[in-house]
C-alpha cells in the first residue's frame, strides 16, 4: 500500500505532462493541469485525477498500517483520514471539470471542481502538519518532520488563495492565488510547481516508509 505513494504522483505527472503536450492548442505554460479535463480528450485527465485519488487513498491505507504500531490512535486515526481525503478530493476534481476559460457564468461542475481543489490541497496541507509535528519529537524522524511542517504551508496557502480568488474577488482569473481558473501568462507554470513540491511529499515520506521497513526487517535477520 506504501507503494500507491510513489507510484500515484509519479503517474499523475506523467499523464498531465504528456496529455498537454498531445493537445492541440494547450500551453503548459499558461493552462493549469483542470483545463486538460475540457474538449473530447478531457476524460485522460478525469481518469488521471480519479486514479491517482484512488491511489491516494489506497496509500493511506499503508500509512494507517505502517503507523499503527508507533503511534497514539487518536492522532493515526486524524492523520489517516485527512490523507484520504485529498484522495476523496482528487475523485471529486475528475468527476466534476472545470469551466472553461473566459466562461462568463460559473456552472455547478466549475464550483465543485475549484471545491475539490480546495479539498486536497488544504486537507494534503493539515496532514503534512500533522505529520510534521509528530515526527519532529521521534528520534531519527526529525528532518523529515521539518521538512514535512515547510511542505503543508504551500497547499494551504494555495487552498485559501484559490478560494479568495475564485469567490471573493470579481476577476478571478487575473489573480495569481486562483489554481482552477488562471488565465495568467505562466498561470500553468505556478500550477505545476504546486503539484509538483505538494505531491513531492507522499513519495518522499513512503520511500523514508518503505526504506525504514527495510531496515527493520534486516536488522531481524540472524
Not at 503548459?28 to 476524460?43: I, K, Y
Not at 478530493?89 to 472545470?98: D, Q
Not at 482569473?173 to 513531492?200: E, H, Y
Request: hydrophobic share 55%; with cysteine.
Amino acid at each position: 500500500s506504501l507503494w500507491a505513494g510513489i507510484v500515484g504522483p509519479i503517474l499523475f505527472v506523467l499523464v498531465f505532462t504528456i496529455d498537454g503536450a498531445l493537445t492541440p492548442g494547450y500551453s503548459a505554460m499558461r493552462d493549469v493541469v483542470s483545463f486538460l479535463e475540457l474538449g473530447p480528450t478531457g476524460w485522460i485527465q478525469s481518469l488521471n485525477f480519479i486514479l491517482t485519488g484512488l491511489l491516494f487513498i489506497l496509500f493511506a491505507l499503508g500509512f494507517f498500517q505502517w503507523m499503527r504500531p508507533r503511534s497514539a490512535s487518536g492522532w493515526l486515526y486524524a492523520t489517516t483520514i485527512l490523507i484520504a481525503l485529498s484522495g476523496v478530493g482528487l475523485i471529486m476534481a475528475g468527476s466534476f471539470p472545470p469551466d472553461a476559460p473566459g466562461t462568463a457564468q460559473t456552472s455547478v461542475h466549475g464550483v465543485l471542481h475549484t471545491i475539490a481543489f480546495t479539498v486536497v490541497f488544504l486537507i494534503l496541507g493539515l496532514a503534512c502538519l500533522s505529520v510534521g509535528g509528530k515526527f519532529i519529537r521521534t528520534p531519527g524522524w526529525r528532518i523529515h518532520g521539518w521538512y514535512s511542517l515547510l511542505a503543508g504551508l504551500f497547499p494551504i496557502i494555495a487552498a485559501l488563495g484559490n478560494l479568495y480568488s475564485s469567490f471573493v474577488v470579481s476577476n478571478a482569473s487575473s489573480t495569481p492565488f486562483t489554481a482552477t481558473t488562471s488565465r495568467l501568462a505562466i498561470g500553468g507554470l505556478i500550477n505545476r510547481v504546486l503539484v509538483l513540491i505538494t505531491f513531492a511529499w507522499y513519495v518522499i515520506l513512503a520511500i523514508r516508509m518503505l526504506t525504514s521497513e527495510r531496515g527493520r526487517i534486516n536488522a531481524a535477520r540472524p
